[in-house]
């Protein structure tokens, strides 16, 4: 077990051996910077824990043939991730050869975004999850017959549109009700945190963290420990992904992606090339171009809300995450480090205008407002949103 969990050993060890003298806490953080493994390394954790032959790396068993596939129904996850970079990276791998190894990246990178759309996990949300089944569908239609073409693009949208990242309180305690229920096998829950966890879901997860149900574990990945407010960070046993070093990384990218002769010395770069194409799926030429006059206006000290497109909340969320994509793509940029500091504000800022907009039914115009108004005060962002 852990045995594909490259350039982490010492975490790996840590692991494998809280499993095999069966004391793993029941939550636990997996924290540390995108693309350091933290999914793979969660998913092979719900695979150890469900595999009753110790979970060899070339297992045949049922349970671990549906964990491979992301089809174990003992595993949810919620939360949000880069799912388009990582489907266009697994398609290019399928393109350029394929071979069992591809295919199963592939169908891992799109279950991965589909798996989140369990009936359970929409609790409270039906109408949504109605609207959404057809995209959720065509995804699956194109992993069964691997048409790779269009794959990263359809996520794109099908993830925008559904805002993964806002965990809601409905689904958390379903989760709970649901972990209660006994069955043969060992439930993980995988909360995976891209920015920070919302706190209403955070002290609803709380409360099921403190008292978990028999063979039940939850797995929280995030960037840092400050993802998550404290009382429930004080919960966790935490295990740590840093930096892989970059001949870790080029393996990854060699062995996993299936592309020795890539340009890319760092999985982060990897993925960012692989996902350029689609990093403002959805979004026309001129909602792009109005996020990247605004965005070039706001760090000059000019932002202008009556920039923000009005005609309606969709187009006002829309331009957000266009903005979003602008500013993550200018943090990239070596040309503009001397910046880093103010882009981030802005980002953060527009983060979470995004969630008042989407999740508050806010007018995007006076949240554009609102929020010049703070930084031209010197205002610090919100730490937690999504």
Known sequence: MFDGLIGHDVTAARLRDAVRDGSLAPAVLFEGPPAAGKLTAALELGRALNCAAGAPPDCRCASCGNHRALQDPHVLTVGGRDFAAEIAAASAALSRSPAPASRELFVRSVRALTR??????????????????SRVADLEDRLERSRTGGAADAAAELARAANLEAVSVNAVRAIET??????????VIIVEVRRWLPEPASNALLRTVEEPPRRTHFIFTAPSSQALIPTLLSRLARYRFGDRSRADQRRVIAEVFGDPQAAATTIADYLAAAGAAVASAGASDDLRRAAARFC???????????????????????FLQACSERLRALLRSPARAAEVQRIERWYRFLDDAAWRVKTMNMSPEATIADIARRMAAGGDPPMRRW
């Open 116 to 133: 989140r759309f369990d009936d359970l996990l929409w609790t409270g949300s039906e109408p949504r999850l109605r609207r959404l089944r």
């Open 178 to 187: 649901w972990a209660r229920v006994a069955t043969p096998g060992v439930k």
């Open 296 to 318: 070039d206006a706001a760090l000059a000290g000019g932002a202008d809300a009556a920039a923000v497109p009005t005609a309606d909340r969709d187009a006002g969320f829309a």
